[in-house]
């Protein structure tokens, strides 16, 4: 899960951060990316010279670029809060993570600047005059690059309003964990044995192309296989396959290969282990070629799951179709021969 936070100054932001982080949240802000670079360039951090400095990052690298920043440093296995989001282009760019909510903070704007009062920051407006102007500055121009912060809140897939004490807030706030929770879009079972597929694929040695296959019964995984040369043969990466190591032309000498296709693997691995496969499905990274549908064939596969398309597979799912396997194509962009 990943929360993102916009609101104009004092609504509250900072002590939404900080209840998440007490819930297992790790922390990240857009502003502090700016600091770090402000520090570098030995400018002054004050409010006037974050939203000047921003303001020429986004022109310079892209209206997005802070958010792309964060977005590298983030592991799809935790949950974070990312501050400080003030442009539409970076809401854009995290929503590419489907797990992010944008959450906006608010309050009046009378109790945000006696806030900003009690907090007495280094450079912060004095005048409710001033707080108003800087505001105002934040709040949206004609410049895309700019803050924009009317308009990210206008994107906010949930508003939580910051006007009484912190014990309301924060149960506002797990309020709205809890409904994103009960909300969350996990993988279907076809992506998620997909994405498996595509892990096992990393375990390839071959020099030409990385495919794997997962046989699937029940839910369960009961073999897997990639590409490679035969057991005990030396890895194609290693010159096993003088095919493969020569580099040549895609598509040309296939009879010369001495790899095993990751679903041939994969239905072998089952034989040895003594596992049987019938009418289980099989998820490959790629459409099976000619041998390898006939080994589905002939031991009992149901269906054939698939990312990308074979370049020579007509023939191959002539068969598959004669035979009665029900055949998903998950991407329908063919590949380039090997």
């Not at 030995?42 to 921003?54: E, K, M, P, V």
């Not at 014990?167 to 809890?178: D, P, Q």
């Not at 992506?191 to 029940?218: H, Q």
């Not at 070629?289 to 054939?304: D, P, R, S, W, Y």
Request: proline share 3%; glycine share 6%; net charge neutral.
């Amino acid at each position: 899960m990943i929360i993102g936070l916009t609101g104009k100054n004092c609504a509250g932001k900072g002590e939404v951060a900080k209840l998440l982080q007490t819930l297992g949240f790790q922390y990240f802000s857009l502003s502090d990316i700016l600091r770090d670079e402000m520090k570098r360039a030995g400018l002054a951090i004050t409010r006037d010279n974050l939203i000047s400095f921003a303001n020429k990052t986004r022109s310079n690298n892209g209206a997005g670029y802070l958010a792309d920043r964060v977005l590298l440093l983030l592991d799809p296995e935790k949950h974070y809060v990312i501050d400080s989001i003030r442009n539409p282009f970076e809401v854009n760019v995290l929503r590419r993570r489907r797990n992010f909510t944008l959450l906006c903070v608010d309050a009046d704007s009378k109790l945000r600047f006696e806030r900003m009062r009690t907090r007495a920051r280094e450079n912060d407006p004095t005048t409710y005059e001033e707080f108003l102007r800087v505001e105002a500055a934040e709040a949206g121009s004609k410049d895309p690059s700019t803050q924009q912060l009317n308009q990210v809140a206008d994107m906010a897939d949930a508003v939580v309003q910051n006007d009484a004490d912190m014990t309301e807030l924060h149960e506002k706030v797990r309020e709205v964990l809890r409904s994103v929770a009960a909300e969350v879009v996990r993988p279907d079972w076809n992506e998620y044995f997909m994405d498996i597929a595509k892990a096992v694929a990393a375990r390839s040695n071959c020099l030409k192309r990385k495919v794997a296959a997962v046989i699937v019964k029940d839910r369960r995984i009961v073999s897997t296989g990639y590409n490679g040369t035969p057991r005990g043969i030396k890895n194609c990466n290693e010159g096993g396959c003088p095919r493969c190591s020569s580099l040549g032309e895609s598509g040309k000498n296939l009879d010369l290969c001495i790899c095993s296709h990751a679903e041939e693997n994969a239905i072998v691995q089952a034989a040895y282990h003594g596992v049987s496969i019938r009418g289980s499905t099989v998820y490959s990274t790629f459409s099976p070629c000619l041998l390898c549908t006939k080994m589905i064939i002939n031991a009992g596969i149901a269906e054939v799951v698939y990312q990308s398309a074979y370049p020579l597979e007509s023939t191959a799912m002539s068969l598959l179709e004669e035979a009665g396997i029900a055949v998903l194509p998950m991407d329908r962009h063919p590949a380039k021969e090997s």
